[in-house]
């Protein structure tokens, strides 16, 4: 070759990394003659890398020696840096669609695109299986109509013309029921987009689509719990609203009024934390609200048996007898087995069927250790209008026997609701 810079010492400023992959090519052109083209990065004089591209090719003799080896080299530094700036960008693009696709689909969320002027619909993967539709498909606007329920068709309509009109803001929102096109299914699903107007014309709408059906079901769970609480709150505010007023009228000053209202309101709570320990509103057993009505006087008495078969009461009835059971050991308290020692109570319960529908029979028996006359203490008094007032609320009845040895009072009320006549 003609005398130029040596091979060996212009590799000797290309960058290590660099230098194996330049060489052979500087080689491969050397033997064939063909086009050298390559980037790599070089130290400059303040020793700084910079990248540059260099191309060149290689001439031979007649006799097939390479004789001279012209090119040009330029320095690309700045393209290098802003490729490597893009590149960059792009890879984060791709991190964050990955990303944001994951979540979609984690969450049952589709995308949808409907472009107005061509009457065509463009879904992705998801949203065509949420709708049951061949992948393959070409969507019209025809076809989504086709699949909505009837009942829902109108709104949806009337929702989609509203936002596709330039003069309003172009937002379209709506849930609606769908039977998916491959196996019938019934489905709930949401749909949201917004419009881009052009030159005063709807041109696009993009948006989303989320399968909501298990939202849909457990809402609908919950509207017989959400109506049984609303009724259970009604009736209780009526029930201390009572209380309170009753109790004005029959103490006789206010340091007997706080402590027995106090007592009835505890009572309540009691009976009331009971029939929503689970956080539901589910039958109760009759045991559990004995067991938490009575546990403030079991512990000073603890002469008090409970029998009866295994029965949980519907939640309309737990409040109702929680009151009247404290009504009863109340009195029990004050003028009953309780108010003696060696007093002691039994409560029986069973189910009867002699009536159209199955109703609670309840037994609560004092016995006296010695016999007293029989009196009528607590069943003329506010307690027993308390007790009476209770059990109108669940159309229960009561019967009280004064006798010698104790008192016996028996409680009956149906299980199921029954609609007033």
Known sequence: MEDGLPVARFLAGIHEADRDRVAAAISRALETGESYHEEYRVRDASGENRWVTARGRCFHSLDGKPVRFPGV????????EARTRMAASEGALRQSEERRSRAMSAGRVGTFEFYPEENRVVWDPLTVEIFGFDKAENISLADVRAVIEPEDRAAWEADLQAALDPAGPGIHRVELRITRRQDGEMRWVEGRGQTTFEGGRATAMLGTLRDITERRRYEEQLRPLNRELRHRVKNLFGVIQGLILTSAKGAADLAEFVPALRARIDALAAAHLVGVADEQLAPVSLRDILDAVMKPYRGENSSMTADGPDLALPPRLVTPLGLVLHELATNAVKHGAWSVPHGRIAVEWSVSNAGKAPGLELAWQETLPEARAPCDAGGSGFGGRVIDASLTQVRGRIRRDWRAD??????????????AA
């Open 73 to 80: 080299v330029a320095d690309i530094t700045e393209q290098i």
């Open 406 to 419: 104790g008192l016996v009072v028996r409680l009956s009320m149906p299980l199921a609701q029954q609609e």
